[in-house]
């Protein structure tokens, strides 16, 4: 009997739309997301993560109403992230049915809020995702920092030690994602991922760069990832979930049928 | 028509268990609800849970959760979820430690630190994931369940009850741990049958006409 590693799709949607962007640019229309969801869990995704990244408030509305027929119909986890920044935004998604949250941004500006959010909903429910970009150059020892805004805005942060602290706040999981790795098809990073995984107690979800089914093998043997999120392979029909399960069974790391 | 109560006693998202039991039951009533006569009048009770024993346990009694499950267990079917199935026990070491309901002899323990599997990576907690349920005895409630599904687990404690005989499913992590319990009136599990696709909805499906009987 042992604990299955997670194959965990991701849907990155704005305004009701499943969409993947490459580096956070170049958006693709990828399908209606209750329907991709469904799809994803039929298939035997271990968990769906949903991501939402409209901005204005008539796109919070649509999300809610998503969450709430992904949950109807979806029998697995599904972690809800994207423009958290309030106790009474988790409620609602919660509500709506999402069993996790994903905090970002506001984790950065307002490091408390997870200690009031894993307080207040347990930490079962707060995963806090982390964008980490490399700033060591080749010859220095590896470093990451931590960006917000989608990449945009450098926040001073080492990634190892943010990992650290919240978890000492209460995030009961991380979903690390790469910024220089996302979109680029070209495998996680999995220094990082490792260097993140082995600083902290709870699970790490690699993210960032999966462009085939050895990348999602190695986020877990050299990345000691807990679990595998990715978006386009299985978006666009490069792979399917049992595909991936099949792939990585083969390689001995135990996944569920 | 089968009326079913899930006690809300505002710990977690209870939706999801809701909607899984509406997902496969018929001529059904689902409420979500702490009110004491529509929990009284359902014929079958759900008791779920998340978070932190004392808040849980603080809201159990402030709302007489406690003595409402004592009389339902004489006449009804009770199912406990995750930190419903560890309030069910005598004491719980959560929060510097403390009492539950007492419905089962026994207690919760958390798992240790630094726990590491056969291959020697360390293992993180919460135990966090889908894992392999054992069917340590037969009962009703396992029909039509495969020995060894995958349930949906993420919980940081486990239920060690005081009678093995109580115990009719088993987990690891690495050690064995108790991964379902039963008595009379009483079927309780550590994982989360609303998350666990298949298998979990079957769980539920069985609960919807279980008599309570072992």
């Given amino acids: 009997m042992t604990l299955a590693k997670r194959i965990i799709p991701c849907l990155d949607c704005e305004n009701g ?21 469904k799809r994803y869990c039929d298939q035997g995704a271990d968990e769906i993560t949903f991501l939402d990244i409209t901005a204005s408030h008539e796109g919070r509305e649509t999300t809610i109403d998503t969450v709430k027929a992904i949950a109807g119909q979806v029998f697995i986890p599904l972690t809800v992230g994207g423009g958290i920044r309030t106790l009474q935004d988790i409620r609602e998604m919660l509500n709506a049915g999402a069993d996790k949250v994903a905090i970002n941004t506001s984790a950065v ?47 001073g942060l080492d990634a190892v030690e943010w990992a650290k602290q919240m978890v000492a706040f209460g995030a009961g999981e991380i979903l690390l994602t790469s ?37 999602l093998v190695e986020g877990i043997t050299e990345g000691k990832a807990d679990a595998v999120l990715a978006a386009s392979i299985f978006h666009f029909g490069e792979y399917s979930i049992p595909e991936a399960k099949k792939y990585m069974a083969g390689k001995g790391i135990v996944v569920r049928e | 028509m089968n009326r079913v109560a899930v006690i809300d006693y505002g710990m977690g998202n209870l939706h999801s268990v809701a909607k899984a039991i509406e997902h496969v039951g018929e001529n059904l009533q689902v409420c979500v609800t702490a009110d004491e006569k529509t929990i009284m009048d359902a ?23 406690d003595d409402m499950l004592r009389r339902l267990v004489e006449d009804r079917p009770v199912f406990g979820i995750c930190v419903g199935m ?12 403390i009492d539950c309901i007492g419905l089962i ?43 060894g599904s995958r ?36 079927f309780a599990v550590q994982f989360h049958p609303e998350k666990s696709q298949t298998a979990g909805l079957q769980l539920y499906k069985n609960f919807l006409s279980w008599d309570g009987g072992c």
């Fill in chain 1, 17 to 37: 739309r499943v969409v993947k962007g490459v580096k956070f640019l170049d958006i693709r229309d990828a399908g209606d997301p209750v329907e991709v969801a």
């Fill in chain 1, 109 to 155: 500006t307002n490091p408390d809020f997870v200690k009031q959010a894993s307080e207040k909903f347990g930490s079962q429910c707060i995963v806090v995702a982390i964008d980490a970009k490399k700033v060591s150059a080749e010859d220095e020892p590896d470093k990451w920092e931590i960006f917000t805004h989608g990449g945009r805005n450098p926040t």
């Fill in chain 1, 179 to 215: 910024m220089d790795r996302d979109g680029t098809k070209d495998g996680f990073d999995l220094k990082l991922n490792r260097a993140i995984s082995e600083a902290v107690t709870v699970p790490v979800i690699a993210s960032g760069g999966v462009g085939n089914l050895q990348h």
């Fill in chain 2, 43 to 65: 014929h079958r009770i759900i008791f779920p849970g998340v978070g932190a024993m004392r808040d849980c346990m603080g809201e159990i009694k402030r709302l007489g959760i």
């Fill in chain 2, 86 to 97: 560890q309030a069910l026990l005598e004491h719980s070491e959560e929060n510097n430690g």
């Fill in chain 2, 105 to 147: 002899k026994g207690n919760v323990k958390r798992f240790p630190e630094n726990m590491s599997n056969e291959q020697g990576e360390r293992l993180k907690v919460p135990h966090m994931g889908w894992n392999e349920v054992t069917q340590t005895s037969t009962h009703p409630m396992w029909s039509g369940i495969a020995d």
């Fill in chain 2, 151 to 186: 349930f949906y687990f993420v919980h940081s404690y486990y239920v060690v009850p005081e009678s093995a005989d109580e115990i009719v499913g088993e987990s690891s992590y690495p050690e064995t741990f108790t991964a379902a319990l039963a008595a009379p009136n009483v």
